[in-house]
């Protein structure tokens, strides 16, 4: 009987470890294109590659049945922002949505109500988000596992820089408030589309590209917290951290719904290269299986979906707006970022070199202001930035890369990117750690055997 209860505990502490010792990645898969592979046959690729997600922007029936018969593969499917209304409406509305839209909930780990409402849905929509989520909850067998939350531009944020400094915008607390306490009493995650590309855009000077692609840089002092901060990815995620523990939200998790980089671009559009997009993609990979975490929330990986498994020939906008496919339309990797499962780990273009210690002078500035975001596509600030910290001028990348169900795009929005503010960085236990504390406990219960 102890062997058993022993038995029981270990297994218990194993599974606790191994889902804190683990990076979860996905990919997205829009669909503004009239040229992508055979539903089957992108089933065929996820089942190669090392993704466990996949997000789709519909509830489209063709990929679902697919990627069901790949059990690696999780789904996280959108409901199109024109139904919301319609879920918003009753209980039963919702419920009808859910058995004809998704008959099968096989493969679902979560669903996104809408694709960044609050930046483009309007008052009306926006208004109607946090009912038609639950709705749609209370549609879902009791027993469901399935998670409901909605996808966000950075641009609900007015201030992120410092990271510490991060804060959401107050025109938006009149919905933003009820959808993260419903996040919160659901056990949701928070999903945001970070794009360190849109934040080169505006500021193209060579130490912003190493900090946008993880290169060696001298890394940029938030001067609040006293952390410091080697890449863009980072600081944008711990951004939407403080902000989420201003508002007293410390156990709501983040997920990174998309982010990206364009291989081809346009003449005016600076940092659109193939070598730019394998560096970002693949030192973004291998920083998220290193477990490092952030600076804030050191020792944990965020769940990220990377941006995309396709060029989308379809979508309107400068070249890079099309140019964000990881793969090819022959199922062939567009560059190598070591995302097929056989594949080595990426090597960076250049060795890492040891950056040099940060400087004074290279501190994340406390901004103070908090610009409107630029509706449309992104543009690139005409201000110059004239020293390494993220300026208030800088975009964060705030594009909209996905795609609906009817075929329509949202405009892309540039925005003010700055990192958060916030007090003490939070405390998490890195996988050594738990590994030690765990293998300790076991070993004190032995005795009591």
Wanted: one cysteine or more; glycine letters at 6%; aromatic letters at 8%.
């Amino acid at each position: 009987m102890k062997g058993l209860l022993l038995v029981a505990i270990l297994g218990f502490y194993i599974s606790v470890l191994s889902s804190a010792s683990q990076s979860i990645l996905g990919i997205n898969y829009g669909q503004l294109a009239d040229n992508l592979p055979a539903p089957s046959a992108t089933a065929r690729l996820l089942a190669s590659t090392a993704f466990q997600k996949l997000r789709l922007y519909d509830t489209n029936p063709k990929i679902i049945s697919a990627v069901e018969t790949v059990p690696s593969i999780s789904l996280l499917v959108g409901v199109v922002n024109g139904d919301i209304p319609v879920l918003a409406s009753s209980p039963s509305a919702a419920a009808s949505w859910l058995a004809s839209n998704l008959p099968s909930l096989k493969s679902i780990s979560s669903i996104s109500v809408g694709n960044e409402v609050f930046s483009f849905g309007g008052p009306s929509i926006s208004a109607q988000l946090v009912p038609a989520m639950e709705n749609l909850l209370s549609a879902l067998p009791p027993s469901s596992n399935i998670k409901i939350s909605t996808v966000h531009a950075m641009d609900i944020m007015s201030q992120s820089n410092p990271p510490s400094a991060g804060a959401f915008k107050p025109d938006f607390s009149t919905y933003l408030d009820p959808l993260l306490a419903f996040l919160n009493r659901t056990g949701s995650p928070l999903m945001i589309n970070p794009y360190p590309y849109f934040a080169y855009a505006s500021d193209t000077r060579p130490e912003t590209l190493a900090f946008c692609l993880f290169q060696p840089n001298p890394g940029r002092v938030d001067a609040n917290s006293g952390l410091t901060y080697m890449n863009m990815f980072d600081a944008q995620v711990d951004a939407i951290r403080a902000a989420l523990d201003a508002k007293g939200f410390t156990k709501v998790e983040i997920v990174v719904a998309e982010t990206g980089w364009p291989h081809s671009g346009d003449a005016t559009e600076p940092g659109a290269t193939m070598e730019n997009a394998r560096e970002y993609n693949g030192n973004l990979v291998t920083h998220l299986r290193s477990l490092a975490g952030t600076p804030r929330v050191p020792g944990k990986s965020v769940e990220t979906y990377l941006f995309a498994l396709y060029d989308e020939d379809l979508k309107p906008g400068p070249t890079s707006e099309r140019s964000f496919g990881l793969f090819n339309l022959n199922l062939s990797e567009n560059y190598d970022a070591g995302l097929l499962k056989n594949s080595v780990s990426f090597a960076p273009a250049s060795a890492p070199a040891p950056a040099p210690a940060p400087s004074p002078s290279t501190s994340i500035a406390k901004d103070t202001s908090a610009s409107a975001p630029t509706q449309g596509m992104p543009t690139q600030s005409t201000t110059t930035a004239t020293s390494p910290s993220i300026s208030p001028s800088t975009s964060c990348g705030v594009s909209v890369r996905g795609s609906e169900a009817n075929g329509t795009i949202q405009p892309a929005s540039g925005t003010d990117c700055k990192l958060p503010s916030s007090t003490a960085p939070r405390q998490s236990v890195h996988p050594k750690q738990l590994n030690i504390s765990i293998f300790f406990s076991l070993y004190i219960l032995s005795l009591f055997l």
